[in-house]
């Protein structure tokens, strides 16, 4: 079946300008999850939705950072007026049962879309 | 604070060698759960082995084995007979029962020449 897709993979901005990433999680799962991974780290947690509802947003560095999952389906991260330091691979990850009550559950992750701020 | 650690930044070796990652986590848990995945450069995640916290049978899958060992807060992942194929970025990650978020570490470079 069909995994984790996220677009675009690719998104160079001039430094002020807002983005918008789109990810579309595996069809059913109920968590969704956004990290930011910086060029040799590991990925650190942004934020995450159990369906429509966003749980959790202590990840997110700046009010600058935005997420939403209107339907429960798909989400889109958005950071407004960018700044270098937003530079990174984010990436999302999505999991079948809400992640609160299961979190030994695997999460599916996406192939990520790196961001270069100018 | 660093939960996860991950010490070694690179390891290279030769085809069909055996390489063994090392990962020791911090956790006041007493469930908790480990996780390995494996970054390709095309960049997706990708899930290898999950162990649970009341869990230290050591297994192995194929050419993967793990060494969990709560007595050192260890959870070290070993690839038999490498290929290049397994060349990729590893990431150990933990999972709080209490805190409920996937941590990382930073990550080991396996770099398997032919």
């Known amino acids: 079946g069909a995994g984790v897709s996220q677009s675009p993979r690719y998104k160079v901005a001039k430094r002020g300008q807002d983005v918008a990433l789109r990810c579309d999680p595996i069809?059913?799962?109920?968590?969704l999850f956004w990290y930011q991974q910086a060029l040799g780290q590991g990925p650190e947690f942004l934020t995450y939705?159990?369906?429509?509802?966003?749980?959790?947003k202590s990840g997110l560095p700046s009010d600058r950072f935005f997420a939403e999952r209107p339907e429960g389906s798909v989400s889109t991260l958005k950071i407004q007026r960018t700044q270098q330091e937003d530079s990174a691979v984010y990436l999302c990850a999505s999991s079948p049962l809400e992640w609160w009550e299961n979190p030994q559950e695997t999460q599916y992750f996406g192939p990520g879309t790196r961001l270069l701020v100018l | 604070a660093q939960k996860v650690t991950q010490a070694q930044t690179e390891i290279s070796v030769v085809e069909k060698e055996d390489v063994t990652l090392d990962c020791v986590y911090e956790t006041r848990d007493t469930t908790y759960y480990l996780f390995w995945y494996k970054q390709p450069p095309s960049g997706e995640l990708v899930f290898l082995i999950r162990r649970n916290s009341f869990d230290e049978q050591n297994e192995i899958s194929g050419r993967y084995s793990w060494n969990f060992q709560k007595s050192t807060s260890s959870f070290n992942f070993t690839i038999t007979a490498s290929q290049v194929v397994d060349s990729a970025v590893y990431f150990c990650a933990l999972s709080e029962y209490s805190w409920g978020k996937l941590q990382f570490g930073a990550g080991t470079q396996v770099v398997v020449t032919p």
């Open positions: 069809s059913g799962h109920v968590s």
């Open positions: 939705f159990q369906n429509e509802a966003q749980l959790d």
